[in-house]
């Protein structure tokens, strides 16, 4: 499988305290971008970080990109009992399909 | 920015029926969309890209004859469950490419398919 893996699985915090989540891939890409997911809901696009950059911000969320080491974090500051959600990352290869592949997710839950 | 719908939100229906899901770009054109199904607590596996005009190309692993794509027009990609069975039980969101303005993807909300 081509799926890429985020770490940690799981996550839990308390409100106010930062998040952090890690995501490896495994080919050469485009784009990454992150979602959040809410339960049984669907996907929250969040930022897109394009293979040319290194560093996004948006709001409370920073995203990193190292494409040597095939990796992106994603920090969310100041972190808020709303941004209980499971987060992914998803991967757009350079074959230029668009064809979008996705992390295992981390499972985020900010404790008021 | 673009959107992308889906109908149903959510069905239930008896093993060995078939059901159709449709997803539409109610805003741009999508020459291509892409089916993707979830299990409870887990990631969204890709099931096959759906072309306007030709074939679907489906992901190793995916039944092509269960799972039948047709990518009517350019803003309508259907998927049809056909002789479903509870282990088709999922959570299936489409997607589709903003084409020639970025990579980015705009999802539909999902479709939550129950089998008896």
């Known amino acids: 499988s081509q799926q890429g893996e985020e770490d940690p699985q799981a996550l839990s915090i308390q409100e106010g305290e930062n998040a952090t989540m890690n995501c490896s891939y495994k080919?050469?890409?485009?784009?990454l971008q992150w979602y959040r997911q809410n339960s049984g809901r669907g996907l929250v696009h969040l930022i897109l970080i394009r293979s040319n950059e290194r560093e996004k911000h948006s709001g409370r969320l920073r995203v990193t990109l190292d494409t040597s080491k095939k990796s992106s974090s994603l920090l969310i500051t100041a972190s808020r009992a709303a941004d209980t959600a499971s987060y992914f990352c998803a991967t757009a290869t350079t074959s230029g399909t668009y064809k979008y592949i996705f992390g295992t997710g981390t499972r985020l839950k900010v404790l008021a | 920015g673009a959107v992308v719908s889906q109908h149903p939100s959510w069905v239930i229906c008896k093993s060995g029926t078939s059901v159709k899901i449709e997803c539409r770009s109610l805003d741009f054109q999508a020459t291509t969309m892409f089916w993707y199904r979830q299990f409870p607590k887990q990631s969204l596996m890709l099931m096959a890209t759906s072309n306007e005009g030709s074939k679907a190309t489906y992901e190793q692993g995916v039944e092509k004859d269960k799972f039948l794509i047709n990518h009517a027009s350019l803003t309508l990609s259907t998927l049809t469950v056909t002789s479903a069975h509870p282990e088709d039980s999922s959570f299936y969101i489409c997607?589709?490419?903003?084409?020639?303005?970025?990579?980015?993807?705009?999802f539909g909300p999902g479709t939550r398919l129950t089998v008896t």
């Open positions: 997607s589709a490419p903003q084409t020639g303005i970025s990579y980015e993807q705009y």
């Open positions: 080919t050469s890409i485009n784009n």
